[in-house]
Nanobody, 124 residues
Framework: QLQLVESGGGLVQPGGSLRLSCAAS????????VGWFRQAPGKEREGVSC????????SYADSVKGRFTISRDNAKNTVYLQMNSLKPEDTAVYYC?????????????????WGQGTQVTVSS
């Protein structure tokens, strides 16, 4: 079965950190571009960050630039999103997705695979 599984979400206080993981099963993630997206209640889905298959290119939404870092370990078939200095406005369901094409604007990335999402809540 081909699937992406996110993990690492949870409840954190403002200023805290979380690391999300996106693990693939049934296919090799290392050949694909991977993006992290998020959707808060009542808001449109936002492209947060994406990374090329080699890891040599990364991009970030302005809202997270300088606070979030995307990385990948192709040997583990996993992509990570390190989130630091979290703010209440980062609260959302975070999804990872994989596809063939890299765009600097992650929101444009077409995805062939999607995970089920993991909830991130930033609150005191």
């Amino acid at each position: 079965q081909l699937q992406l599984v996110e993990s690492g979400g949870g409840l954190v206080q403002p200023g805290g950190s979380l690391r999300l993981s996106c693990a693939a099963s049934g296919f090799t993630l290392g050949y694909l571009v991977v993006g992290w997206f998020r959707q808060a209640p009542g808001k449109e889905r936002e492209g947060v960050s994406c990374i090329s298959s080699s890891g040599g290119n990364t991009s970030y939404a302005d809202s997270v630039k300088g606070r979030f870092t995307i990385s990948r370990d192709n040997a583990k078939n996993t992509v990570y999103l390190q989130m630091n200095s979290l703010k209440p406005e980062d609260t959302a369901v975070y999804y990872c997705a994989a596809g063939d094409y890299y765009y600097n604007d992650c929101a444009r990335m077409p995805a062939d695979y999607w995970g089920q999402g993991t909830q991130v809540t930033v609150s005191s």
